[in-house]
């Protein structure tokens, strides 16, 4: 039996189990163990600048690929600086694996000062993981990481943190021996799907809303609204997951009048993998309206009746309960019932929408990213308003192709995701989509993209602030204070860090600019000036 250290069997384990090829991490003093690992095993290490950039590519990186993304972080502050991206991870149940350090087992809970101490390190990252804890016990972390597993197998996946004291990392160990993991979702009972099955069967009216739950089950979501004809509703973390040229997709436009009415006229609406979070709303902020019967298919029990009631609750992996209800249905021997309307007719209308005169004029500039954008492009986008408009104008035509993270709505996420989306998936063309005063929470992250090569597109919406923050303000009646401050010259910064950088006045140059970017081997930022932001002293950069 080949010695190593317990660090170094982690990263093995690990490996293994997840079957990954890729870690995101700053090492430390703290982490050499593991690192020690990362270099036995050949893994790749993507370093950012900063552990909220790791959290932010490792859940990009699991968005694309439908792996968990593993961050390697060092005791107290490496783990405090990525809570953010882990909180969004759990916001959007998105699997993350963090494995950090924590101080050695004889200084844990004591108070003595140590280097990187932090008082409970377990208790810090509860919150926003499903499970926390400081290993002190070597056979304890096996049994741990197999709970992870099944727990994304069978529930609702959540980040996972488990930390490992100093002195356990680099005490000598054999090779761990991985936990069994036997947990397999949950599945409806027959008289559930018998029950569905009945109220889709007689629906004259049916609608599908479908959310990131679903995201894995794109052929069986295409399959069921064919066979009864139902338009089908996507929220932004299931974007593309129905071909958005597809007749029968409204796309993603929950938001506004005409799809709330389909919603409120459907006399059975099956929801699919979806919170019906008011951020998909978030928009108009109007709400459902929904008065038909419902029918949730969700992996998490708790989703199925808030805050829309089902009658028929299915709780299970979507793909798979959506074969069982395609069997229930064949197996009735009822066919669906003929609407009143042609889905398509109905969805076609749904399609036709009156978007703001904001949104009306970002379509020049989303007009030149759809030019430049492929069907399997990768678009990862911030909390700007540019991204507000692209997320329901633009089309998608592929799940796992929009990276939109708005639930928990933290300004930063685009760049980082995108290089994590960019090491997933090095076969696609990635563009991540920022304004100037989100960019600045992670622009450091230019440098690992960069230095990890390939191409990737960078837009940032220039307007000179915090725009939807400005507006807010002037939409309350208040002054404004602090949305004015940002970066004064985006193009010179992106060029010191490596990248070829532009500046695009108006949406000819834009498009141009675009283009040019995907012909580049590199990392090409693209600012573009917004027509309506505020100008700043001395003029634009």
Known sequence: MSTRTFGEAIMDLVADTLDTDTVFGIPGVHTIELYRGVHRRGLRSVVPRHEQGAGFMADGYTRVTGKPGVCLLVTGPGLINALTPVAQAWHDSQPMLVLAAATASTDLGRGRGPLHDVNDQAAIAAPVTSISEVVTDPDRFAELLGQAVAGWAAGRPRPVHLAVPTDLLARPTGPITPAPVTARPPRPKAAELAAAATLLAGARRSVLVVGGGAVDAAAQIRSLAERLDAPVITTGNAKGLLPEDHPLSVGTLLPFPAPLRLLADADVVLAVGTEFSEVDRIYTGAPLGITGAVVRVDIDPAQLHEPVPARVGLVGNAAEVLDDLQRALTGSGVAPGRADEDGAVRAGRARQVEFTGQTDGHRPWLAAMADVRTPDTVVALDSTQLAYSAIHVLGAQRPR?????????????????????????????????????????????????????????????????????????????????????????????????????????????????????????????????????????????
């Open 401 to 541: 192709t929009w990276l939109a993270p708005y639930g928990l709505g933290t300004l930063g996420p685009a760049l980082p995701m995108a290089v994590g989306a960019r090491v997933g998936r090095p076969d696609v063309p990635v563009m991540a989509v920022a304004g100037d005063g989100g960019l600045l929470f992670t622009i450091a992250e230019l440098a690992t993209a960069v230095d990890e090569g390939g191409p990737l597109t960078l837009v940032v919406w220039d307007n000179a602030g915090y725009g939807e923050i400005r507006d807010s303000f002037d939409r309350a009646g208040a002054p404004r204070v602090g949305t004015e401050t940002t970066a004064h010259d985006i193009v010179a910064i992106a060029r010191g860090f490596g990248a070829f950088a532009t500046r695009a006045d108006d949406p000819d140059a834009f498009r141009r600019d675009l283009k040019a970017a995907a012909d580049r081997p590199g990392v090409s930022v693209v600012v573009a000036t917004d027509p309506t932001g505020c100008t700043r002293p001395g003029g634009r950069s």
